[in-house]
């Protein structure tokens, strides 16, 4: 198993520009989230979803889009790149919780995004 | 919003040192996790508890629910080199509930 495989590992961007990140799992996990990483900050979440078609707004969502076609596949999208958005994006998956606990998230190794 | 606060956000200790740090939440959780990242790495699940006062242990790591369920700890016996990186708590609602992580504390240990 690969986990959760994220791509690409490093890009920089001009302000303006597009792109989407990609992330693929392969352990049939429902849910799938993405998280953000500034420095001191902790992880932001900007958007999740509970499985193939479904999607929601975490903590930090503007300026992202997300989609949900399969259950493997949650790729996100910055139509317009900012400075404000450098920083160091990390995709999870795990499945639903039980009544009282939620399950473990399994992160992949990140892209690390600059904006100049 | 629920918050959940792990204060401070460095600590520095010599080898061979223990080490504690907290976590409180500004609301009663469900259960709170733990997760471990190495410097330039990804968050790695460590444990999660869900029961009020359960204390669970793995190797050196003794991870505790608070009785109220809005605080934890984390305690590691006779730091090592290897334990050198940021942990975060998570706490969460249960079920469909989405996970709200700390800051974390990211831990320098001295050889």
């Known amino acids: 198993n690969a986990g959760v495989t994220q791509t690409p590992k490093f890009r920089i961007l001009k302000i303006g520009q597009s792109m989407t990140l990609q992330c693929t799992q392969d352990m049939n996990h429902n849910y799938m989230y993405w998280y953000r990483q500034d420095p001191g900050m902790g992880l932001k979440l900007i958007y999740y979803?509970?499985?193939?078609?479904?999607?929601d707004k975490g903590e930090v969502p503007n300026g992202y889009n997300v989609s949900r076609s399969t259950t493997e596949d949650f790729p996100l999208r910055l139509e317009l790149a900012a400075p404000s958005q450098t920083s160091v994006y990390f995709c999870?998956?795990?499945?639903?919780?039980?009544?009282?606990?939620?399950?473990?998230?399994?992160f992949g190794d990140g892209t690390r995004l600059s904006i100049l | 919003g629920q918050q959940v606060m792990q204060i401070p956000q460095y600590q520095h200790v010599q080898e061979g040192e223990d080490f504690t740090t907290y976590c409180n939440s500004s609301?009663?959780?469900?259960?709170i996790q733990w997760y471990k990242q190495r410097p330039g790495g990804h968050p790695v699940f460590l444990i999660q508890?869900?029961?009020?006062?359960e204390v669970k242990k793995q190797k050196r790591l003794t991870f505790q629910f608070g009785e109220a369920k809005k605080n934890s700890s984390l305690h590691i016996t006779a730091t090592q080199t290897t334990d050198v990186g940021t942990y975060f708590c998570?706490?969460?609602?249960?079920?469909?509930?989405?996970?709200?992580f700390g800051k974390g504390i990211t831990l320098s240990v001295r050889p």
């Open positions: 999870a998956s795990g499945n639903g919780g039980m009544v009282n606990s939620n399950q473990p998230q399994h």
């Open positions: 609301t009663t959780l469900s259960n």
């Open positions: 998570a706490g969460g609602a249960g079920a469909n509930s989405k996970l709200t």
């Open positions: 508890l869900v029961k009020s006062g």
């Open positions: 979803s509970v499985g193939a078609g479904i999607t």
